[in-house]
């Protein structure tokens, strides 16, 4: 059984959707972050960085339970545990940590600040809000352009990169403004066959909603 500490953000859907697409049992455990949760002692002896989402896996290696933190590392430990999502020919399994990183990297701090600086301090420094705009379309154009070049992020096969984006697309790509994801007509095509998928459709759903 996995504990799974999460929160309802995209990252913490990230990992939702990794159990449900692997079918492996776990125990939600909401960490309640507006209430301090993820800075709790007890939650801190899980991930010493004091950020979700986070899981414990009481049956890790060797039968030995196991704490993992950071989204990416966390999908990748229950891709190579299920032996689901992860590419296996070599050259792929490159090319899927090639854009795991580049999300993960790149695109989902971009996300990150752009809501902050839009919510938080909504109308000062608009020209640094609109730098970080100009990232996140930056970052956007190298996946439209890899989905002219196969039906998901890392191959032919859906694979443990199209859950670290999904969530991120669906949640924080909803917020931009001035025609949003119109310019991404691939992007958008493939946002409509992953939400088609059951084990998405329950991972999005395991996390209560949070208020902006």
Known sequence: MIDFYGYGTANGRKVALMLEENGLPYTYRHLDMAKGADQSPEFLAINPVGKMPAIVDHDGPRGHPLKVFETMAIALYLAEKSGNLLPKDAGK????YERATHI????????????????RIKGENQHVTDFYIGQIHRCLKPIEQRLAEAPFIASADY????????PIMAVSGARLADGGLDPYPRIRAWMQVVSERPAVKRGMNVIPKIAD
Do not use: C, G, K, M
């Not at 399994?93 to 899927?96: C, D, E, F, V, Y």
């Not at 971009?110 to 839009?118: N, T």
């Not at 694979?159 to 999904?166: E, G, H, M």
């Open 93 to 96: 399994r490159t090319i899927a």
């Open 104 to 119: 993960a990297a790149n695109l989902a701090p971009v996300f990150s600040i752009q809501f902050y600086l839009s919510t």
């Open 159 to 166: 694979s443990f990169v199209d859950t670290l984006l999904y």
